[in-house]
């Protein structure tokens, strides 16, 4: 265990050190979501999201809230919406990141969670980033287009 914690000690010393110096930004983002689920329309296997998160140094921290799907021909219920807690790790590949994500969520007013989890790629311009991602979400793979402006 010693030798565990020996190991460990400079990638935390070097975390502490980045987590001192990289200061924390605000972004929003959003996101159109589509899948490919059989015989579904575009409407039925898409939704639109936004996002509200904290950055430091690759890490970020978010809250996301969207619709389950863009078909709004049925009757209105709150449980067709959704927010989700999520993370995100990036790394610099040449003029790109390329980011991990990870979340966890529910349909509102009910008991029914989700997890997502995929990776993405995203460019970035001052304070506008755009991105493209695959993710696993409620068990069905979508990719995500997206902007995020940075606060």
């Known amino acids: 265990m010693l030798i565990a914690l020996l190991m460990l000690s400079p990638s935390l010393a070097l975390a502490e050190e980045v987590a001192d110096?990289?200061?924390?930004s605000a972004y929003v983002a959003g996101g159109l979501s589509v899948s490919n689920t059989g015989n579904e329309t575009f409407a039925q296997s898409s939704y639109l999201s936004t996002e509200f998160g904290l950055c430091q140094g690759g890490g970020c921290l978010a809250l996301a809230t969207g619709r389950a799907d863009n078909d709004f021909g049925g009757s209105w219920s709150m449980s067709d919406y959704w927010m989700e807690a999520k993370a995100s790790l990036a790394a610099p590949v040449g003029d790109f990141s390329a980011y991990g994500l990870l979340g966890v969520g529910n349909y509102m007013l009910t008991k029914q969670f989700?997890?997502?989890?995929?990776?993405?790629?995203s460019r970035s311009w001052?304070?506008?980033s755009v991105f493209v991602q695959a993710s696993n979400w409620d068990g069905i793979w979508y990719v995500t287009p997206g902007v995020m402006f940075t606060l």
């Open 21 to 24: 110096t990289s200061p924390v």
């Open 114 to 121: 989700f997890i997502e989890y995929g990776a993405g790629m």
């Open 126 to 128: 001052d304070d506008v």
